[in-house]
Nanobody, 124 residues
Framework: QITLADFGGGSVQAGGSLRLSCRASVFTFTRNCMAWFRQAPGKEREGVAEVDGDGRIRYVDSVKGRFTILQDNDRTVYLQMNTLKPEDTAMYYC???????????????????WGQGTQVTVSS
């Protein structure tokens, strides 16, 4: 069982930056596929970035070049978000699989553990 605590959201103007953090209750580095998802009102939950147990990283096209997923050598995963746009406004969730492999598509149903979410609001 893994408990995830995600935080770091806030309100920024377009072009600004935020860093989200996700701290797991257990050691996750190299052991779990870790990801960030987001969900805007009226929309489905969307995978934003993920990192597998070998450090392979994948991003959704809309954030490539602007967002970076990072992890420490223990239990914390970050999402560095730069050049934020109003369309990035959403509730952001940290997620973990109970295995180290990530699938080729970031599908919410593949993840067993979820943080409570942290709101990101980008104004134009």
């Amino acid at each position: 069982q893994i408990t995830l605590a995600d935080f770091g959201g806030g309100s920024v103007q377009a072009g600004g930056s935020l860093r989200l953090s996700c701290r797991a209750s257990v050691f996750t580095f190299t052991r779990n596929c870790m990801a960030w998802f987001r969900q805007a009102p009226g929309k489905e939950r969307e995978g934003v970035a993920e990192v597998d147990g070998d450090g392979r990283i994948r991003y959704v096209d809309s954030v490539k070049g602007r967002f970076t997923i990072l992890q420490d050598n223990d239990r914390t995963v970050y999402l560095q978000m730069n050049t934020l746009k109003p369309e990035d406004t959403a509730m952001y969730y940290c997620a973990a699989r109970n295995i180290r492999v990530c699938n080729t598509e970031m599908f919410a149903g593949d993840f067993q553990y979820w943080g409570q979410g942290t709101q990101v609001t980008v104004s134009s």
